[in-house]
């Protein structure tokens, strides 16, 4: 079973378009993440949800909103797709409390803009 | 935010012990270390985590200095499957990780 599964894998658009990137885990834990991989491969946070509650918000622009419709999903929706958003984007999850919880990954959305 | 120090990429021959290190001087006393290692085309996986002791798994051993400022992940026999990318970051109170550039470890047959 897999822990932590986004989709789509690969997603292609156009520029100005809205899109969205859905995220489950079913590990039971009560934070879920969202991080960007450029193409330099830093990865960066862009936003962190506890008990479906914002607690990361780092400097993302507003043309990211992520929703947590419960503690077991964390979907991101972008608009109006610009080229710059074109990266892998990745959800993770962890276990707030248990500062010794690791963090599980899924295995990324490449989302590609043209 | 505490950070982590690594050096951009290592190599090393196969069947050989491997000792990545990584310097993170602003630690906090309550701070985990961590390791990942992200494989090509695929997310990070977990490798392992202490916090003062040194510890152990099946997948490899992390060493961590007596003042906790730097760390030091050892791969005790590298494979061709250990080619990544291995992260070293800290998780605080806050339940933030934040991932530093990382080290490439390149595994030469």
């Known amino acids: 079973d897999t822990a932590v599964s986004q989709t789509p894998k690969y997603l292609v658009t156009q520029m100005g378009n809205d899109k969205s990137i859905k995220c489950e885990q079913n590990l039971g834990h009560d934070t879920m993440y969202w991080y960007k991989q450029d193409s330099k491969k830093f990865l960066k946070i862009m936003f962190s949800?506890?008990?479906?509650?914002?607690?990361i918000n780092e400097t993302v622009p507003n043309r990211f909103s992520p929703k947590s419709p419960d503690k077991a999903h964390l979907n991101l929706h972008i608009n109006s797709l610009e080229l710059g958003d074109s990266a892998v984007y990745f959800c993770?999850?962890?276990?707030?409390?248990?500062?010794?919880?690791?963090?599980?990954f899924g295995n990324g959305t490449r989302l590609t803009v043209t | 935010d505490a950070k982590t120090t690594q050096p951009n990429s290592m190599e090393s021959n196969e069947e050989e012990p491997v000792h990545l290190p990584c310097n993170h001087s602003t630690i906090s006393g309550t701070d985990y270390i961590h390791w990942y290692r992200q494989l090509p085309s695929q997310g990070p996986e977990y490798v392992i985590h202490g916090l003062t002791s040194n510890v152990n798994n099946r997948m490899a051993s992390l060493a961590i200095a007596e003042d906790r400022k730097s760390s030091t992940l050892i791969l005790h026999r590298a494979t061709l499957r250990d080619a990544a990318v291995y992260y070293c970051?800290?998780?605080?109170?806050?339940?933030?990780?934040?991932f530093g550039t990382g080290t490439s470890l390149t595994v030469i047959p």
């Open positions: 993770a999850s962890s276990q707030q409390g248990a500062r010794s919880s690791p963090l599980h």
């Open positions: 970051i800290l998780k605080n109170t806050g339940n933030q990780f934040y």
């Open positions: 949800y506890n008990n479906k509650e914002l607690i």
